[in-house]
């Protein structure tokens, strides 16, 4: 089978760390069709060289999702899909990303000298200011 062409969306100043980006938009892709079961993906240089970056970030990703089944990395072969990674694998991944935005936020606030009170508060009129938007958006 051909070489997939992985079409990756990068953002480098969303605080998200570039190999969690990866992880999470492989399965994403998988679980909307883009990629299936048996796709060749690039190899770890090659997709470096495309994202313009590090040749370890692209490692780390593909790492992670080997661990968790999603891909298999053959030697001398190259790297497939392997299958839809099970609901307990997309919830997990999905938990990651959570934790690493939450970890870049706090970090960030602090930084700024916001207090945990300040933060936590603000948190709170988000969730509430989002959650009072999408109830009006659905009647």
Not at 27 to 47: C, E, F, H, M, Y
Request: charged share 25%; proline share 5%; net charge neutral.
């Amino acid at each position: 089978m051909a070489e997939k062409k992985l079409t990756l969306h990068l953002d480098f100043h969303s605080g998200l760390p570039i190999y969690t980006q990866i992880v999470n938009q492989i399965p994403s892709q998988l679980a909307n069709g883009i990629l299936k079961p048996g796709d060749q993906l690039p190899t770890v240089r090659a997709l470096a060289q495309e994202l313009r970056v590090n040749f370890n970030t692209v490692a780390r990703a593909y790492r992670i999702l080997d661990e968790v089944r999603i891909i298999s990395t053959q030697q001398g072969r190259g790297t497939y899909i392997t299958e839809k990674p099970p609901p307990e694998v997309n919830e997990k991944l999905r938990h990651e990303s959570l934790e690493a935005l939450t970890l870049r936020f706090i970090a960030e606030a602090i930084r700024l000298g916001f207090s945990e009170r300040e933060v936590s508060q603000m948190v709170r009129d988000s969730l509430k200011s989002k959650k009072e938007t999408h109830a009006n958006q659905e009647e």
